[in-house]
């Protein structure tokens, strides 16, 4: 094949791979049309969706507007108000500067741009669509800017299809929305799905506003950061080390308060952690890094979602040190006034006098009495013995220890031996003993089947949230008032009512009256905090989601016997959700080892 000879792209061509760049979903559109309104100094902001931005997207705001004679060059690429020179790059104040998001929604959707400034009676409206001006007209209206953006893609079928669902994309757009009014408490903004409010964040101090988009249970849960440098401000909140999640989520970070993304910075964060939550756990944290503009480079992508920093070294340790002092000033993390001695951070009025360790034996013991050794107890007359004989069982057998099993056994019925035919799954009638409240034996003609019991508790958790068949609720004596994300309902009600929750939605808020048979109140609400987190089309995130809950909520078990019942009743009961074995066997040649 000859290679074809270069021409310039056609400007129809050239504005549609330009605007890949800039408006790759509906939240793209709404993050670049809200910084616009932020810019032109608004104190309210509208965003009104229709089937998550597919359709329309519209933000109205009561910014200064745009004059009349500037109007046509909004919609052309590179045009802009903010930026004039080189240097002006790295001196910036506003979000927009590029010129380019206004021309790359009018390639791939039909706009309608109407403004208005003070000093004008009436407003003008533009109109284009798929990059082709239809022209403009008198517009009535307030003092401010309405952009309105239908049909999106509709130009694009490839790009169109690749959009995800709904409720995906939605969550998209409340996670950029959330983001920007955390950037501007002081403005009120608010967001409309299908002409129904889903967040209205009213004007306030950034308190009110972390705990207005985190949630109001968030409050208790703050921990403020404040430090000062030459080199840069950080200040803002992080969530006790409770709050802490396996998947990445509630992490919000503005620099001069643009949102931004920085693994560096997270990882300065993860750092001041250290110690008080586990390694693949992520805190929640809403901070914010005030520097000068020249020392930063904001100009690294079209999205405006990176910077460089001239000193990034300087700002990871400012931030990591910063987080670290306000754990230990709230008591959460340890901490030494190294100014004062050592001597004066201890209370010796409440400490006695350290005594050296004494060695105390029974002088009557006799272990060939026979009420020293039960005779009716075949296995020792030590629980705790025989639960350290044991622990081999505990490990997987591919770590090298215990019998190889095959722990993954299919179902049938069970024999008169309390045997399952076939396959070697143990009766759930047959008698369980408890050892060390740790493990559980229960005896087989010819063999002994050992449980460990925390692990057997796991995997009945795992099924009864993953399975979708409905499961008798439990009314709560105290309801208790939370109002979830906007879209949480729509992806889950069927679950959620599958699980045993009852919900009712009242002027004032949501009130929650009951839940899962199997889970406390407080234990529902951080479940159903989280699950806005999670992917409703991707099962591998659910089961995630409940192994990570399971790790933050352990639950104390019910009677042995109870649990032995329901973990054979279990469609995989030989491994718990972390692929641990639950159960294993020994036959008599395997218990000859110990003798």
Request: contains cysteine; negative net charge; charged residues 25%.
């Amino acid at each position: 094949m000859s290679p074809a000879p270069i021409r310039e792209l056609p400007e129809s061509v050239a504005n549609l791979v330009a605007a890949g760049e800039v408006v790759q979903r509906p939240s793209s559109v709404v993050k670049e049309l809200v910084e616009n309104s932020l810019d032109a100094g608004a104190t309210e902001i509208e965003v009104a969706l229709l089937d998550a931005g597919r359709t329309r997207i519209q933000v109205r705001d009561n910014g200064h507007g745009i004059a009349p004679e500037d109007l046509p060059m909004a919609l052309v690429r590179h045009a802009t108000s903010k930026l004039r020179e080189p240097d002006d790059l790295f001196a910036l104040t506003t979000m927009g500067f590029r010129g380019e998001a206004l021309a790359s929604m009018a390639a791939v959707g039909q706009v309608k741009l109407r403004s208005r400034t003070a000093d004008h009676e009436v407003g003008i409206e533009l109109r284009c669509s798929g990059g082709q001006h239809e022209g403009s007209m008198p517009s009535p209206g307030p003092v401010g800017t309405s952009v309105s953006l239908d049909n999106l893609f509709f130009n694009v079928p490839a790009r169109r299809q690749f959009l995800k669902s709904d409720p995906v994309e939605f969550k998209h757009v409340l996670e950029t929305f959330d983001a920007l009014a955390l950037a501007h408490p002081e403005v009120r903004m608010v967001l409309r799905h299908q002409n129904a409010d889903e967040r209205v964040f009213e004007p306030g101090n950034l308190r009110q506003r972390t705990t207005a988009v985190l949630g109001r249970r968030s409050n208790e849960k703050l921990v403020p950061v404040d430090e000062t440098t030459d080199l840069v401000h950080v200040h803002g909140f992080v969530l006790r080390p409770e709050a802490a999640r396996k998947t990445r989520g509630d992490q919000f970070l503005f620099v001069n308060r643009r949102t931004v993304r920085s693994p560096y910075i997270h990882r300065a964060v993860l750092e001041a952690f250290e110690g008080l939550i586990s390694g693949d756990q992520h805190p929640a944290y809403v901070l914010y890094l005030n520097l000068d503009p020249e020392r930063i480079d904001v100009n690294v992508h079209p999205a405006k979602t990176e910077v460089k920093f001239d000193d990034e070294r300087g700002v990871y340790a400012v931030v990591r040190s910063a987080v670290r002092r306000a754990l230990g000033i709230h008591q959460i993390a340890p901490t030494l006034d190294f100014e004062v001695p050592v001597g004066e951070h201890i209370d010796w009025s409440t400490r006695s006098k350290p005594e050296a360790p004494g060695v105390y034996v029974n002088p009557s013991y006799n272990p060939f009495l026979a009420e020293s050794t039960p005779r009716h107890h075949p296995i020792s007359n030590s629980a705790a013995t025989a639960a350290r004989s044991l622990e081999f069982l505990a490990p997987p057998a591919a770590e090298g220890h215990g019998v190889q099993h095959e722990l993954e056994l299919p179902s049938s019925g069970w024999n008169d031996e309390g045997w399952d035919s076939g396959v070697r799954r143990p009766n759930p009638a047959a008698a369980a003993l408890s050892i060390a409240g740790t493990f559980a034996l229960v005896p087989m003609p010819d063999k002994l089947v050992v449980v460990h019991l925390d692990r057997a508790q796991r995997r009945i958790d795992l099924e009864r949230w993953l399975d979708a068949h409905p499961h008798p609720g439990q009314n709560w004596l105290f309801p208790l008032e939370w109002t979830p994300a906007p879209g949480l309902i729509d992806a889950w009600q069927d679950r959620l009512a599958a699980w045993g929750f009852a919900w009712q939605v009242e002027a004032e808020g949501w009130t929650w009256t009951a839940g899962p048979g199997h889970c406390a109140p407080e234990s529902a609400i951080d479940w159903l905090e989280g699950l806005a987190h999670v992917d409703p089309d991707d099962p591998g995130e659910l089961r995630t989601w409940v192994s990570q809950w399971l790790s933050a909520h352990p639950r104390r078990r019910g009677d042995t016997q109870d649990v032995i019942d329901r973990l054979f009743a279990c469609s995989e009961p030989w491994t718990d959700d972390l692929g641990r074995p639950t159960a294993r066997l020994l036959n008599a040649d395997e218990l000859a080892r110990f003798f």
